[in-house]
Each structure stands twice: as structure tokens, then as C-alpha cells.
């Protein structure tokens, strides 16, 4: 479902594999792989070898992001990001390519089972659904209107 | 915004003879409306979503005190100010009160119907506020200085040249080149409206969807530029109306499944975001103030009336990109707001029926709007529930009246509905006769019609009524 709603995926075996596949996509859309991190425990234990990488908030200046995503929604493939101290908000929509990553463990089938594992509401509860597009042109579609341009989920399959 | 509704005619007029709304509205016809039936088709259950969406609307308009006090106080609990607004006035005043401190200077808003209602801009713009739209349709009709044409497409009149030309106006003195190309367009509002975004002292949105059990507001695009502009900012001020609050998160799923579906033919909308409260004390970005400013204006007068099923429209456009006559002049002939056939509904309760008299005549009755409306609001009836007020109103032509008067006497006596109608098929006959069109089949004037034929022939009948034929048939057999 992802693919289809025009963002772009890959499937790696655990975190630590997360910033090789990373590097691998901003060289392949010929951007530097210099990247603003959301400063979750995920993302903060792992070796960012090969990527010049900062934990903070984004601004207009960084290019890239990544993000860690609280869970997707199989059925419309949907990201879902939750503000916190370890999750900033403006990550998922300053940059132009913003790479999410998703734990399949953190996958739900549907929107209402997503619910009841967010428990208080946060400031901010994005569901996130391919790049930003716009169709105020003449009712056709453009990609990159004010969000990211490109969208790249990378699904790691271990649990741990 | 100003209603010009009572001259719909005429604007409908000049809507028609407009070459460049022509083309626009050309190119826009059947994207939405195809895209929509695929998605439509590939959910089994877009039926029973229907009737659940219009049953919880309704349950919720008959307990509507309950939820919306219920979502103030989950508003108020998660640190966010409401403000309650009875019509326009009132919210032009909170929201410049609230915005009045020496250090705002620029307000950046993202896309909202409700605002139009009551040109909060212009109320913002004379309490010395800079305003900038970020929806790149009412950034574009902004720079027009026009209003919008589509409730979720509002620049849909307009050319990819005529927006060469504005950008080129408008923007060439910061330095940036004219564009041509599509990719350009967009590439270049993204540039200008990041420095905007970026230095805005307050955001204002709308909302979709108000949840009562969370206290938290729905907003959905596709562009992001709502984030942009609830985010950035110190201030977020939510302004968005009385009936567009639903129980809680277990029903939104419902209404997001249907909304995106219906409005732009996408199985879910890039960006739907939940927004409660402002950024929480260890949160690393977000505003510091969060308000909402719930407007009625006219709304509560509708509850428990005739027309209170109008009340659920989630404002999809979906009866508009079905309309054949929205889809031929556009939206601004409809004088106010809300076009098509939900503004023609909502128009005359909002601004008075006596000001948009003709608004429920802009209807075929085709039915099509009805069909597909994802809360089932019977827009056709609501629309002929107009035409009887008007009528009772005495609002109607007298020989509007007069000729419903000989037609209903016509209508209920069967042998002279069938005199009358025989009489009236054989006269056509022999004038096509007499005016040597009977071979072509079609007459190009017939006296009376005139408004009929002057776009089309109107064909020569058969010789024989459909009664008439019946008849003879069930004689020869």
C-alpha cells in the first residue's frame, strides 16, 4: 500500500542495518548523506557510520530526516508519528526526502486497532500517507507541494 | 464574503460564456469523479460506511450540546483555550484579540471554508495583520484576490497560464523567474511560502473533524502546508464549526475512509493530523498556545428543521464534481461561499432565502449528488423543499405559479392529461409539417421554448403518445 500512495520502501533484517540502506537511498537521489535524526533510543543507539548525522530539531536548511515511526496502518499504508521529547514534528515535514523507519513488529492491520495503543493524546498524531502532493495545477498531481518530496520507509523485521 | 447569490443568473450567464473558465473547467471534469469510483468500487463496504457516518452525524446532532461541551472541557484539559463564536463578528474579534500583542506581525493560514464565511482575512488584514494563504489553490486565488471556486479545489477556474502570469506579477520583483512548467509552479510557491512559513508569528487552520472524547481536532491535506502552519508558529488558533464534531477516535476511521474516497478519489489523504492541545513542556518543537474558536453562524438555527440532514456535509465537493451544472459554470456563479448542490442548499439557510432565490432552481435533479454523498444527505429533496418554501413564500414568478397551477390540474385528471397531451404531439406534428422539418426530425424554434432551442434542436415527437401507443399495442394483441 505504501508504494502505491507514490512513497518508497525496503525491508531490512534489524536497526543496525538501518543507516547502510539510509545511505544507500540519499546517494541514489544524488542528495548528501548528511541527515537531522529524531532523537529516539532507537535511533541514538545505533551506529551512524558513514552518514554526517545530528539529533535534534529540524530546520529549513536540513534536507533529509529520519524519523521513527510509532506504527503503520496495513491497510492504507500509513506512517504514524507521535510527538514527543524523542519525536519532533517538524522532521516529517521540513525536509524533502525524510526517511521513516518502521518496526514490523509496530504494524497494525487497520486505523481502529491503532487507537487503543496510543494511550493520551500528544500534541501531535500524524498519520502520514506517501510525499506531499498537490493537484491545484489544473487538477493534476505534483509531488513535493510544501512536505517531503520523496517519502522512503525502511521496515526492519527483527524485533528486538 | 459578500453574498451576490441573488444575482445567479446573470453570473451563471457569463459563467457559461467564459472561454478561459472554459478550459479550466474542462480540464478538471471527470478526474474526480473517476478517480472516486475506482476507490469506491474496491471498498465492499463503502455502503455500510455510508449509513454509519449518516447515523452517527445524526446522532450527534440531536445531542450536540453534550459533545461539544464535552469537547471543550477535553480541550481545556489538555492546556488549549476554546472560544465559543455565535457568528462572524464575533470571530473576527477573537482571533484579533488574540492576536493582538506587539511582537504578531504575520499570520500564515491554512486552507478553511468556514473562514470565508465571514472574510476573516480582510478582518485581519484591517487590524494591520499581514495574512498569507498556504494551500497553494487559495495562495494562488489569494494573489488573484478572488474567492474560492471549489470547496477542496479552490482554484480549480483557473489556467496553468493564468498562474504563470500571477506568479510572474507577483513575484518577479523578489527576484524569481517566470515558470511555465507544472513542477516549476509548485517548486516556486514552495520557495516563497517557506519564508513564510518560517517567520509567521500565529497559524490558523480549520478542522475536519472535532473528536468530544479527546478533545483533539482532525485536519486533513495533501500538501502539508497545514502542519507547516499549525507547527511553526507560537500560536496554533483552530477556527472550525459547531457541527463537525464526532463522538470519539473509534468513529473517525469510519469518516477518514470515506472522506478521502469521496473528495479526491485517494484511499486516505497524505496528511491527516490529530492536533490536542499546544506542545507538551518537554515536547522539542510545536506552539506554545493552542486555541479553537468554534463558530455557529447560523448553524444552530438549522438544527432541529426541515434541512437539519445538511448539517452532517463533511465537505467532501463530491456533489459538486457530480453536478452538471457546477461542473458547467463553475463555483463563483454561485454567489457566495459553498457552491454546488450543498451550497445551494446551505446558501439560502445561511444568507436568507430571499437573497439566493434562484440557488434551488440550479439543479437538475439528476439525483447524482445524492448517489454519491458519503453522508447521505438527500440533497435533491432538500433542494425541491427550497422550491416549495419559495413558492408558499410567494418568492415565485406568477407565471411560474400559474403554470404549476394548470399543470397539477392536468397531471391529476388522467383523461385530460391524455387529451391534452395528444392535442399537443399532433399540433408539433403538423407544424413540423407545415415548417418542412419533419424529415431533419428536429426543430430548431418552437414559440415559448425559446431558452430550450436556442442551444439545442428540440426533436419533432411521434406521431403517437406513449399512452397512446400503449394502448393501441394492447388492442392489437
Redesign the interface.
Known amino acids: 500500500?505504501h508504494t502505491?500512495?507514490q512513497g518508497t520502501f525496503e525491508g531490512v533484517d534489524s536497526l543496525q542495518d538501518v543507516p547502510l540502506a539510509a545511505h544507500r537511498y540519499l546517494v541514489g537521489q544524488s542528495v548528501s548523506p548528511e541527515v537531522v535524526i529524531s532523537?529516539s533510543p532507537e535511533l541514538t543507539s545505533i551506529n551512524w557510520k558513514g552518514l554526517k548525522v545530528e539529533f535534534?530539531?529540524a530546520n529549513?536548511k536540513d534536507r533529509s530526516s529520519v524519523t521513527m515511526a510509532f506504527a503503520g496502518i496495513a491497510?492504507?499504508?500509513?506512517l504514524v508519528m507521535v510527538?514527543?521529547?524523542q519525536s519532533?514534528?517538524?522532521h516529517?515535514?521540513?525536509p524533502e526526502f525524510n526517511i521513516a523507519v518502521l518496526k514490523q513488529s509496530k504494524l497494525v492491520d487497520?486505523?481502529?486497532n491503532l487507537?487503543p495503543l496510543i494511550g493520551e493524546?500528544?500534541?501531535?498524531?500524524?498519520?502520514?500517507?506517501?510525499?506531499?502532493?498537490?493537484?491545484?495545477?489544473?487538477?493534476?498531481i505534483?509531488y513535493?507541494?510544501?512536505?517531503?518530496r520523496a517519502l522512503h520507509v525502511i521496515l526492519v523485521r527483527s524485533t528486538c | 464574503m459578500q453574498v451576490q447569490s441573488k444575482n445567479f443568473r446573470k453570473t451563471a450567464k457569463k459563467a457559461l460564456l467564459d472561454a478561459d473558465l472554459r478550459v479550466a473547467m474542462g480540464r478538471a471534469e471527470g478526474g474526480f469523479v473517476d478517480t472516486r469510483k475506482l476507490v469506491v468500487e474496491e471498498l465492499d463496504n463503502f455502503q455500510e460506511y455510508r449509513e454509519f457516518a449518516r447515523d452517527t452525524k445524526n446522532h450527534v446532532l440531536a445531542h450536540l450540546d453534550y459533545y461539544l461541551t464535552k469537547f471543550e472541557s477535553n480541550v481545556q484539559a489538555s492546556g488549549g483555550q476554546v472560544h465559543w463564536a455565535s457568528n462572524g463578528e464575533e470571530v473576527n474579534r477573537i482571533v484579533v484579540d488574540i492576536c493582538k500583542r506587539p511582537e504578531i506581525k504575520k499570520i500564515t493560514k491554512g486552507k478553511s471554508m468556514v473562514s470565508e464565511e465571514f472574510a476573516l482575512n480582510a478582518g485581519l488584514e484591517a487590524a494591520d495583520f499581514q495574512v498569507i494563504e498556504t494551500d497553494l489553490g487559495e495562495y494562488i486565488i489569494q494573489l488573484a484576490n478572488e474567492t474560492p471556486s471549489h470547496i477542496i479545489a479552490p482554484a480549480v477556474h483557473k489556467t496553468k497560464q493564468a498562474v504563470t502570469d500571477l506568479f510572474d506579477e507577483y513575484h518577479r520583483e523578489a527576484g524569481y523567474p517566470r515558470v511555465v512548467e507544472r513542477l516549476d509552479i509548485v517548486n516556486q510557491a514552495r520557495q516563497v511560502l517557506r519564508d513564510h512559513f518560517c517567520t509567521a508569528d500565529v497559524g490558523i487552520t480549520g478542522g475536519n473533524f472535532l473528536i468530544a472524547d479527546t478533545g483533539s481536532i482532525a485536519l486533513i491535506t495533501n500538501e502539508g502546508n497545514g502542519d507547516l502552519t499549525a507547527n511553526l508558529p507560537k500560536i496554533h488558533i483552530v477556527v472550525t464549526s459547531i457541527e463537525k464534531v464526532i463522538p470519539d477516535m473509534q468513529a473517525l476511521g469510519g469518516f477518514l475512509r470515506l472522506l478521502g474516497r469521496s473528495a479526491t478519489g485517494q484511499i486516505m489523504s497524505v496528511y491527516t493530523t490529530l492536533f490536542n492541545g499546544p506542545k507538551r513542556i518537554d515536547d522539542l518543537d510545536g506552539p506554545e498556545e493552542f486555541h479553537v474558536v468554534l463558530v455557529d453562524n447560523g448553524r444552530s438555527e438549522i438544527l432541529g428543521t426541515q434541512f437539519q440532514d445538511i448539517l452532517r456535509c463533511i465537505k467532501c465537493g463530491a456533489c459538486m464534481n457530480h453536478c452538471p451544472v457546477y461542473t458547467n459554470i463553475g463555483g463563483h456563479a454561485y454567489g457566495w461561499v459553498y457552491p454546488g448542490p450543498m451550497g445551494s442548499v446551505l446558501t439560502p439557510l445561511m444568507v436568507g432565502q430571499k437573497n439566493a432565490p434562484d440557488l434551488p432552481y440550479a439543479c437538475t435533479l439528476n439525483g447524482r449528488c445524492k448517489t454519491v454523498c458519503p453522508v447521505m444527505i438527500p440533497l435533491p429533496d432538500l433542494l425541491r423543499k427550497h422550491r416549495n418554501n419559495l413558492v408558499e413564500m410567494g418568492e415565485s414568478k406568477r407565471f411560474q405559479r400559474w403554470g404549476m397551477w394548470v399543470w397539477a390540474q392536468v397531471a391529476r385528471n388522467p383523461r385530460l392529461y391524455f387529451l391534452m397531451t395528444s392535442l399537443y404531439v399532433r399540433k408539433l406534428n403538423v407544424l413540423a409539417r407545415l415548417l418542412l422539418v419533419f424529415r431533419r426530425g428536429s426543430f430548431k424554434h418552437i414559440p415559448m421554448l425559446g431558452a430550450w432551442t436556442s442551444t439545442r434542436d428540440f426533436p419533432v415527437p411521434s406521431t403517437a403518445t406513449f399512452q397512446g401507443q400503449w394502448k393501441k399495442r394492447k388492442r392489437s394483441e
Open positions: 500500500m502505491r500512495v532523537p535534534r530539531v529549513r491497510e492504507t499504508g500509513t510527538s514527543s521529547k519532533p514534528i517538524n516529517h515535514f521540513l487497520c486505523m481502529e487507537w493524546h500528544p500534541r501531535t498524531i500524524n498519520l502520514i500517507t506517501g510525499p506531499s502532493k498537490t493537484a491545484d495545477i489544473e487538477q493534476t505534483v513535493g507541494a510544501h512536505g517531503p
